[in-house]
């Protein structure tokens, strides 16, 4: 059993910054990626930013073309979390954001995992 819980969303001013975290626990072998994805009303789940790691590549990051230079996803490997760090944020960013995981479990099948989502709301 593998769960993904998030903090960190709120309400914030535009301009302003949030910082979720997205941290695994459970029966943990290896993770490959984890992402965030956020979901606003009406309108479709959408992949913001997500991280890879192999042994062999070192990992890579992608983000959506909305994002870019204005969110950054890390992750800490030893603790099982990563964070999306959110600047410069915009009315259009408000949404649900639910953080996934593809992870290895102890028993060595791989699964995709989600969180229950953080609600980041961005108004005046």
């Given amino acids: 059993q593998v769960q993904l ?3 960190g ?6 301009g302003g910054s ?3 975290s997205c941290a695994a626990s459970g029966s943990i072998f290896s993770i490959y990626t984890m992402g965030w994805y ?10 913001v930013a997500e991280m890879t790691s192999t042994m062999s590549s070192g990992g890579s990051t992608s983000y959506a ?3 870019k230079g ?10 099982n979390t990563a964070y999306l760090q959110m600047n410069n944020l915009k009315p259009e960013d408000t949404a649900v954001y639910y953080c996934s995981g593809v992870i290895t479990t ?15 709301t961005v108004s005046s």
């Fill in 65 to 67: 073309d909305s994002v």
């Fill in 18 to 20: 949030l910082r979720l």
């Fill in 70 to 79: 204005r969110f950054t996803i890390s992750r800490d490997n030893a603790k």
């Fill in 5 to 7: 819980v998030e903090s």
């Fill in 38 to 47: 956020r979901q606003a009303p009406g309108k479709q789940r959408e992949l």
């Fill in 9 to 14: 969303g709120g309400l914030v001013q535009p």
């Fill in 106 to 120: 102890t028993d060595r099948f791989e699964y995709e995992y989600w969180g229950q989502g953080t609600q980041v």
